[in-house]
């Protein structure tokens, strides 16, 4: 939260202090079983952790995109929104009270969908406008795996530019963990349940058949998949995450990177 606030406050110095720290309370109440009658996230890859991996990566994305000048420039309001946004954009993935069925996991192939309900709730209730609440569903739309994001209704470019950014981030984010390939054994196990909970067995969850199938394609998944989304989808976004920009190295790339070439090395280990 630190770290995002200090973004914030670079890139709008007169903005509001008190909106990054408020936000973070709403996230923190949501996936701590604080808020309505939603129990605690119980999804252990999509866990809150998650959610913060791609929060600072988000932010560091549109810090160094202001800092680069670019066009169309970034509004303190897409800023709030954005960050919203990222925050919420998991939240299909928890759990009413009375649902003691399996983990928030099961949720996993409409959980974009469910996510957007939760944020227009939650908005509404703290007072959002239509349009805001508009925005952040639209920019969580783009985090979907499948997601055609020419039909997703952007009611504007910067609004467009929020949501490639907010998809950016929750790739580079968790990818870039330390932990990143400890954790693949638990996506797999998400992945597992959401398919036995999934009438469409075609489905990105059910393309696995173990832990270590998952671990062996996942580094043809970032160079065939991801990277295209990057480039392509979201228009390049990421390199105003290079330090110094322009040319300067990219940390998330380079541990991206790491954590790919640490994959291959284990593939033996895994019987793949």
């Known amino acids: ?66 800092l680069a000048g670019a066009d169309p420039q970034l ?16 939240t299909g993935y928890l759990k009413k009270r009375d649902d003691r069925e399996g983990t928030g996991a099961k949720y996993t192939v409409i959980h974009v969908g469910r996510s957007a309900a939760f944020a227009a709730r939650l908005l509404g209730q703290k007072g959002f406008s239509e349009n805001d609440t508009k925005a952040v569903q ?24 929020g949501g490639f950014a907010l998809g950016t981030a929750d790739l ?38 173990s832990a270590a199938d998952l671990m062996q394609k996942t580094p043809d998944f970032w160079e065939k998949y991801v990277q295209l989304k990057l480039n392509r989808d979201f ?4 390199r105003f995450l290079n330090d110094p920009y322009p040319y300067g190295p990219n940390h998330y790339l380079e541990r991206i990177e790491a954590n790919m070439a640490l994959l291959r090395q284990r593939l033996p280990a895994t019987g793949a």
């Open 235 to 238: 228009g390049g976004l990421y």
């Open 138 to 161: 639209n920019m969580i739309r783009c985090t979907g795996v499948d997601a055609v994001l020419s039909v997703i209704p952007f009611q504007s470019e910067m609004e467009r530019v």
């Open 172 to 209: 580079l984010g968790q990818m870039a963990a330390d932990d990143y390939a400890d954790k693949l054994p638990i996506l797999y196990a998400e992945f597992a349940e959401a398919a036995r909970y999934s009438r469409d067995r075609t489905r990105f969850v059910a393309m696995f058949s």
């Open 75 to 90: 509004t303190q309001r897409m800023f709030q929104l954005g960050l919203l946004a990222m925050l919420l954009h998991d």
């Open 1 to 66: 939260m630190a770290e995002v606030q200090a973004a914030y406050l670079t890139v709008f110095p007169k903005g509001d202090p008190f909106f990054v720290p408020r936000a973070f309370g709403w996230a923190i109440e949501c996936f701590t079983g604080y808020y309505d009658d939603y129990q605690p996230i119980d999804a252990r890859y999509h866990d809150f952790e998650h959610t913060l991996q791609g929060t600072l990566c988000m932010a560091r994305l549109l810090r160094g995109r202001h």
